[in-house]
């Protein structure tokens, strides 16, 4: 069993876009520019927004935080997204998710600017990469295809299933995966809480996407033996033995699915740090304007 792994395969591309930057620098060219926005006190997203911006500051970009309380009205984070639309420095930006309830999400990903939306939850782009066209990728999806990529793990007419079909992961992978070209050409099966007799449909997988959400859900005996298992799910449990009081775990349960892998993605370790990398990636396109000009 070989670790797909996450933090030394992030740590290489920050190294490679650091070095695009210096140049970028030498040239006296722009410097790449992320702003996040972050509404309300989530501490899981105070942490995600915190990776990004630290992320940036080890590749050399510019970045830039909006942060508000969670009472900021709908009108008034439009208007944030609106200056951040028109702000010529900024090539890219995110609002992070989950929004606080009195905001409707969906208003918020409709008024980004997709030549700015380097999340790629905009429809436009999900648009664009449905029929195969350059677009931007959504992050944790697209630090998945590096990573398939960066590993060499063969994907021709393998069996691919998807657990989860969420706009931000599931649906997005399986329409990745079953694209002509490498990584993709597999035969997907996507799955989610209405699949009947999902370990069945596991077992025939070649490659296995978990993003449900469910700690340690797929267990040993529902994989095929030389799977390659890709791990989203980041889920905290109680431990005792940390200072927190919680560990983070996967969808998969790693102790007895390891064993029966050619491939695994650890968490942590693993997809988290390769989805805040494919952010990077895609802001330096937008600062490069290699998917609209
Ligand atoms: P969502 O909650 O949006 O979607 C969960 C999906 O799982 C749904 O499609 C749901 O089905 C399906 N599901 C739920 N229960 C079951 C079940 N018992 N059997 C089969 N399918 C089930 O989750 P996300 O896609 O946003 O996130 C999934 C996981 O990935 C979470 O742990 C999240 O924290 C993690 N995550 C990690 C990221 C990273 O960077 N590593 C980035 C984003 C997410 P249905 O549609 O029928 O309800």
Redesign the pocket.
Same mark, same amino acid.
């Not at 989203?232 to 889920?235: L, S």
């Given at each position: 069993m070989l670790l797909l792994d996450g933090k030394l395969l992030s740590e290489n591309i920050k190294a490679e876009i650091a070095a695009e930057v210096d140049v970028i620098r030498q040239k006296g060219g722009k410097i790449p520019h992320l702003a996040a926005v972050l509404v309300g006190e989530n501490p899981a997203s105070q942490v995600y927004v915190n990776s990004k911006i630290k992320s940036c500051e080890q590749v050399g970009f510019k970045s830039s935080m909006v942060r508000r309380d969670a009472d900021l009205s709908e009108a008034e984070l439009l208007e944030i997204v609106h200056n951040l639309n028109n702000d010529p420095d900024v090539d890219g930006f995110i609002v992070q998710l989950p929004l606080p309830k009195h905001i409707n999400e969906e208003k918020i990903i409709l008024a980004i600017d997709h030549r700015k939306d380097v999340d790629g939850f905009h429809p436009v782009n999900f648009g664009r990469m449905a029929q195969g066209m350059s677009a931007f990728l959504p992050a944790?999806p697209f630090g998945i295809m590096e990573m398939l990529r960066r590993y060499n793990i063969e994907t021709a007419g393998k069996h691919c299933v998807v657990?989860?079909?969420?706009n931000? =992961? /599931?649906t997005p992978m399986s329409l990745l995966l079953s694209r002509k070209g490498y990584p993709g050409d597999c035969t997907v099966t996507l799955?989610?809480?209405?699949?009947k007799d999902?370990p069945a449909e596991v077992r025939r997988a070649d490659i296995v996407v978990a993003?449900?959400?469910?700690p340690q859900f797929v267990k040993g005996d529902w994989v095929k033996e030389g799977a390659v298992v890709v791990d989203?799910?980041?889920?905290r449990i109680p431990d005792d033995t940390k200072k927190s009081g919680f560990r983070l775990v996967g969808?998969v349960d790693f102790d007895e699915v390891a064993p029966k892998c050619s491939h695994i993605t650890p968490v942590p370790g693993g =997809? /988290?740090l390769m989805?805040v990398t494919a952010l990077l990636m895609n802001t330096l396109k937008a600062c490069r304007k290699e998917i609209y000009q």
């Open positions: 944790t657990l989860g079909r969420s931000i =992961v /599931g799955t989610h809480s209405r699949t999902l993003a449900i959400g469910i989203v799910g980041i889920n969808d =997809v /988290g989805t």
